[in-house]
């Protein structure tokens, strides 16, 4: 499953389709090329975001403008293959965050056109 989703992602992604510089952001999440991706010490994997925090995100960011997806998210392993495959082909994609949660956790990450 995680191979077929990881072509169908791969094939999505070579579309062509252009997009915005600046990430869309509301209180669900925001839409936007990951600028770093670190896995922790701890097994968690932070997202840092370009951007100044937006204040319509539904959630408090940690230093540095990151969310965290957690090492007890069941599925963080697609979800790194996800945003660093983003990341080095500079596709955005959605990143749903958890609503209320402070620092900012994931939920999922939708790849966008």
């Known amino acids: ?14 579309c062509g389709y252009a997009h ?8 669900y999440g925001c839409t936007e090329v990951p600028e770093r ?3 922790t010490a701890g097994g968690n994997l932070s997202i840092y975001f370009s951007s ?7 959630c408090t960011l940690g230093g540095n ?12 392993d697609l979800i790194a293959s996800v945003l660093l495959t983003a990341k080095h082909t500079n596709t955005p994609v959605f ?8 620092p900012c956790s994931v939920q999922y990450v939708e790849p966008r056109p």
């Open 1 to 14: 499953m995680k191979k077929f989703l990881s072509v169908l992602f791969v094939a999505l992604m070579h």
């Open 20 to 27: 915005a510089d600046n990430p869309n952001c509301n209180q």
């Open 37 to 39: 991706v670190l896995f």
């Open 52 to 58: 100044p925090a937006p204040t319509e995100l539904g």
């Open 65 to 76: 403008n990151t969310a965290t997806v957690y090492n007890t998210n069941p599925g963080r």
């Open 95 to 102: 990143i749903r965050i958890n609503t209320g949660s402070n």
